[in-house]
């Protein structure tokens, strides 16, 4: 399969634990966003990388969040001290910055959080 | 504030209606307006749209993008029970545009 891969699928931690979680883009994919999604609601965008720069963090993302991609290829997304709000579907996608710029992202099967 | 609205909220329609699914936005600097289809997992990609009144087209699926109203609907015709699902519009953020906002999407369910 080489679609966006997201490991683990699912993650029940108990408030205050810390979880990572995993995303491995299509490979020759340059960039990749992490979004959060709740029951209802869109992706809300949390951050973006171009290959292992992180250059767009949104509002949202606060410091007990961080996110990295160290060699340009997979990306891991860290939540410390996780609080029951954090509760949702962790989506990663990826997308090729071409001359067409056409800049369509593909998304991975996510990773549900459940916060205890 | 850059936002992206969609409607109806949800719709239930039998096999083989027509439906017009429509999103609104409002980017100081649009560039382009995405459709993707989500079923119980993560969304799939639909269509890019970038200029105003050109039809894009795949099978019963078609969208357009109406610049001068800031919208764009997404036809499906003779619906089927596998179309059933969330279909999510998304415009890239004014500054950058590496930065997406999604509309709340619209529940579609087809039944039999």
């Known amino acids: 399969d080489t679609g966006v891969s997201q490991n683990p699928r699912h993650k029940i931690t108990k408030r205050g634990q810390n979880v990572t979680f995993r995303c491995d883009p299509i490979s020759e994919h340059n960039r990749l966003y992490w979004y959060r999604q709740t029951l209802g609601q869109g992706p809300e965008f949390l951050t973006y990388f171009q290959n292992e720069a992180q250059l767009e963090k949104s509002r949202l993302l606060s410091d007990r969040f961080s996110a990295e991609r160290p060699k340009g290829s997979f990306s891991t997304l860290e939540i410390q001290r996780t609080e029951q709000g954090d509760s949702a579907m962790y989506l990663c996608?990826?997308?090729?910055?071409?001359?067409?710029?056409?800049?369509?992202?593909?998304f991975g099967p996510g990773t549900r959080l459940t916060v205890l | 504030e850059d936002k992206v609205v969609q409607s109806p909220l949800s719709l239930v329609v039998h096999e083989g209606d027509t439906v017009t699914l429509n999103c609104s936005y409002e980017v100081t600097n649009f560039r382009s307006l995405l459709w993707y289809k989500q079923e119980k997992k993560a969304p799939t990609f639909l269509f890019m749209l970038t200029s105003s009144g050109i039809e894009k087209k795949s099978g019963r699926l078609s969208s357009i993008l109406d610049k001068k109203e800031l919208s764009s609907i997404l036809n499906i015709t003779a619906t089927q029970t596998g179309d059933s699902a969330i279909y999510l519009c998304?415009?890239?953020?004014?500054?950058?545009?590496?930065?997406?906002?999604f509309g709340t999407g619209t529940s579609l369910t087809v039944i039999p």
């Open positions: 998304a415009v890239p953020a004014t500054n950058t545009g590496n930065q997406f906002y």
């Open positions: 996608a990826s997308s090729s910055s071409t001359r067409t710029g056409r800049n369509e992202q593909f």
